[in-house]
């Protein structure tokens, strides 16, 4: 079993920046590839980022390219997402998730491939 908390949401004008962490606990974590999602209410989750278990390869929605920016440390067992230029349409909220890989370089968009996931955390940009 694989515990996720995230932390760093906030409220956050047009412009700025905020960076979120998720912190992990249970199962080796350097075993996960992982993935942040958000969902605006009534709305599906939306892949953002993901990053492989190795944290060598990266990838992210066209709608955060140049912007977001998503990495490991896995000796703290902790992934981030660094999000710069925000804009009010980032507003939701944003949640961590984590799926184990065979290879160090795999990587997945597809939210239904996560097994955890976390609570998630309430990130509002204002216009």
């Known amino acids: 079993q694989v515990q996720l908390i995230e932390s760093g949401g906030g409220l956050v004008q047009a412009g700025g920046s905020l960076r979120l962490s998720c912190a992990t606990s249970?199962?080796?974590?350097?075993?996960?590839?992982m993935g942040w999602f958000r969902q605006v209410a009534g709305k599906g989750r939306e892949f953002v980022a993901a990053?492989?278990?190795?944290?060598?390869?990266?990838t992210y929605a066209d709608s955060v390219k140049g912007r977001f920016t998503i990495s490991r440390d896995n000796a703290k067992s902790t992934v981030y997402l660094q999000m710069n230029s925000l804009k009010p349409e980032d507003t939701a909220v944003y949640s961590c998730?984590?799926?184990?890989?065979?290879?160090?370089?795999?990587?997945?968009?597809?939210?239904?491939?996560?097994?955890?996931w976390g609570q998630g955390t309430q990130v509002t940009v204002s216009s």
């Open positions: 998730a984590a799926v184990l890989t065979l290879r160090s370089e795999d990587i997945s968009t597809d939210r239904n491939d996560y097994n955890y």
């Open positions: 990053i492989s278990k190795s944290g060598g390869r990266t």
């Open positions: 249970g199962r080796a974590f350097s075993s996960y590839a």
